[in-house]
Structures are given as structure tokens and as C-alpha cells.
């Protein structure tokens, strides 16, 4: 990838292909930040390894602050779906906003010692932990392909000894649940699918554990509209205009809110409740690129 950035141009160069920020009509923001990934060689002073691991953290910033800055142009001259500065949000915010718009969440208490964890395994007397940021997701080429992930799990009472200090621990009330629902949103738009997870143990408390023996049922669903409104609200609270969402509908017949993934995969929607949203996704672009100006988000 070859940048050149002046005043008031940027040009960019893949391999033979080359556009300026003028030719952009429109923008579709999946997921990624690294510009310039591989267009500069790591530090290496043997002899001062404190001083290697400083300037490649300073050649590293100067990447970042590149890339934020072409970030911020783009979205200056072509309407986007997505956004870049808000692909990774803060779970306990967005938990809080989506209470905001009026949404239930399972309530939850975060601790750093061992007696407010304990105190609060009491007070949610059926209980979850899962990562305040994102989960391990890692995949080791090195050792036969070997992948580590982190999932949802259920607390019992009795969690043994906690060392303090302890690290944060996210704990969270679970809901007892009819079936999960994952929603594409688009622009006011609001795809839906239920997942009939609740019957498999293995999938039971986290869907990501796929029981690829026999995958769960998964069936378009109409939410009603107070819950697409919701979405709505929330949606124009964070200043997005896209995302995939997950909600579960508890056996008390209330809808729940979990999180928001703003570059959320929605091949997983689309293919088996026939939405064809790759199609919905361009012909949205195409309008906006037709209208010549930013998309207002709503």
C-alpha cells in the first residue's frame, strides 16, 4: 500500500490500482485499521531492547495516528456505512445506553477483590462471567493450527479461592431464555434471526459453542416493532448506523439486551433466513453513493 497525504489531497495506491480521496462515492466500513501493515521493517538493537521495544511502539503510533487521520477524511467526503472510530465499544457504555433507550439487561456487578465477588455470586444467585472487552480469540499456526477462545460460562457459589488482587471480574445475572436472537441493522432496518439454542446443553449458556453434530435451528423472526424502536434509539445514541446485535428472549417473555458488535459478520443471518443481505448491504451503498452527500444516521 502506497500513501501520499497533502494538503488537501490523499492518494492511494494498491498494486496497480490508484484513487484519490475524490473518487470515493461511498464507503463500507467492515472491519481493520492497518493501512500501512507491512510497509515498515520492525526496530532491532540487540544491545538495547528497551530502546527496540520503544521505537517499534513509537513506529506503531505514527501508523495508528496516519490511519485515524485517513479515517477522519474519508468519512469528510463519502457517505459510510460503519465507522471505524466506533468499531470497538465499551460493553458497560452501550450495556447503559441500551437501558437509556429502554431495553431490560441482566443486571451485574464488576469486582476486584474477593469479598465483592463473593457478595455478589449471593446477590445473582445464577450467574455468568464472560470478558468486559473482547475474548481470547487466537489462532496458533505454529502448533497444528490450534485455536484458543474464551466463551460465557456459569458461576456456581462456590468459585474457590480468588487471589488479590483479584482482576476485574464481569459478573452477570443469567437469563433464563426461550431462544437468543442475533440482529442486522442497517439504517433503520432490523433483520432478525432466533436461534434455538436452548435445548443443547452445549450451546445452552454460549451459542458460540457449536455443536457441529447438530447445529441448532436457526429461523427468521419478526421482533415486534417496540423493540425495533429501541434499536433505533440506541442505534442514534451511539452514532452508528449498522451493527449486529444480540438479544435473548426470556421465558418471562421479555426481550433482553446483551451487545452490539459494530462490524458484526452477518453472513451468519443472511444464509438461513434467506435475507440476502449482501444484496440489501450494496444496494444501500449505491443509494448513498447516488445521493452524493452523507448518509444521515439514524
Not at 16 to 43: H, I, N, P, Q, T
Not at 71 to 98: F, M, Q, W
Request: charged share 25%; hydrophobic share 35%.
Amino acid at each position: 500500500m502506497k500513501i501520499d497525504v497533502s494538503d488537501p489531497e490523499i492518494a492511494i495506491q494498491y498494486r496497480d490500482r490508484k484513487f484519490c480521496l475524490g473518487d470515493l462515492k461511498a464507503v463500507w466500513y467492515r472491519k481493520g485499521s492497518g493501512w500501512l501493515a507491512g510497509a515498515r521493517r520492525e526496530v532491532s538493537l540487540p544491545a538495547h531492547q528497551k530502546l527496540s521495544d520503544q521505537l517499534n511502539d513509537k513506529l506503531a503510533a505514527e501508523s495508528a495516528k496516519l490511519s485515524e487521520y485517513l479515517h477522519y477524511r474519508i468519512e469528510k467526503v463519502a457517505p459510510c456505512l460503519g465507522s471505524p472510530t466506533k468499531c470497538d465499544l465499551n460493553k458497560l457504555i452501550v450495556l447503559d445506553a441500551a437501558r437509556q433507550a429502554g431495553f431490560l439487561t441482566p443486571s451485574f456487578i464488576v469486582s476486584n477483590n474477593r469479598v465483592g465477588v463473593h457478595n455478589g455470586l449471593r446477590e445473582i444467585s445464577d450467574a455468568i462471567t464472560k470478558p468486559i472487552s473482547d475474548g481470547v480469540y487466537l489462532f496458533d499456526k505454529s502448533s497444528g493450527a490450534r485455536g484458543y477462545f474464551s466463551y460465557t460460562e456459569r458461576l456456581g457459589n462456590d468459585i474457590g479461592q480468588i487471589d488479590e488482587p483479584a482482576p476485574p471480574s464481569f459478573i452477570q445475572r443469567r437469563i433464563q431464555k426461550s431462544f437468543d436472537l442475533r440482529v442486522f441493522y442497517l439504517a433503520g432496518a432490523c433483520y432478525a434471526m432466533a436461534i434455538l439454542s436452548q435445548t443443547d446443553e452445549q450451546t445452552k449458556t454460549d451459542l458460540r459453542k457449536y455443536n457441529e453434530a447438530k447445529p441448532n435451528r436457526a429461523i427468521p423472526f419478526a421482533i415486534p416493532q417496540e423493540v425495533e424502536g429501541k434499536l433505533g434509539r440506541l442505534f442514534a445514541t451511539l452514532g452508528l448506523n449498522t451493527g449486529s446485535v444480540d438479544l435473548i428472549l426470556g421465558q418471562d417473555g421479555c426481550y433482553y439486551f446483551l451487545e452490539i458488535n459494530p462490524v458484526g459478520q452477518f453472513g451468519m443471518v443472511s444464509s438461513p433466513c434467506n435475507f440476502h443481505l449482501e444484496q440489501v448491504v450494496a444496494l444501500r451503498l449505491m443509494r448513498m453513493a447516488t445521493e452524493g452527500k452523507p448518509h444521515e444516521r439514524r
